[in-house]
Nanobody, 124 residues
Framework: QVQLVESGGGLVQAGDSLRLSCAAS????????AGWFRQAPGKEREFVAA????????IYTASVKDRFAISRDKAKNTVYLQMNRLKPDDTAIYYC?????????????????WGQGTQVSVSS
């Protein structure tokens, strides 16, 4: 079992920055990759970014590639999402997830542990 707890969400204005954190506990040595997803009101949950835990390889969805950065601190078992130049369209609940399966990039169904989510709201 892996437990994931997100933090760092909040209400900001367009153009501002936020850094989300996701602290992992439990059987963290099994983590192959971690990812961030988001779900806006009335929309399906979508992939945002992922990182391979051991080597730090990253992947992003096109809409955030030049604005967001995913990183991890292996010593702290924490994954981060630095979000810059935020837009109202970035408003969503952001979820952290992890996978033990060694496929890269991880298919959505490979993620087997999820956090509870943290709200990010961006006003225009």
């Amino acid at each position: 079992q892996v437990q994931l707890v997100e933090s760092g969400g909040g209400l900001v204005q367009a153009g501002d920055s936020l850094r989300l954190s996701c602290a992992a506990s439990g059987r963290t040595f099994n983590i192959y990759a971690a990812g961030w997803f988001r779900q806006a009101p009335g929309k399906e949950r979508e992939f945002v970014a992922a990182i391979r835990w051991s080597v730090g390889m990253t992947i992003y969805t096109a809409s955030v590639k030049d604005r967001f950065a995913i990183s991890r601190d292996k010593a702290k078992n924490t994954v981060y999402l630095q979000m810059n130049r935020l837009k109202p369209d970035d408003t969503a609940i952001y979820y952290c997830a992890s996978t033990r399966n060694s496929r890269w990039p991880p298919p959505r169904n490979d993620y087997d542990y999820w956090g509870q989510g943290t709200q990010v709201s961006v006003s225009s």
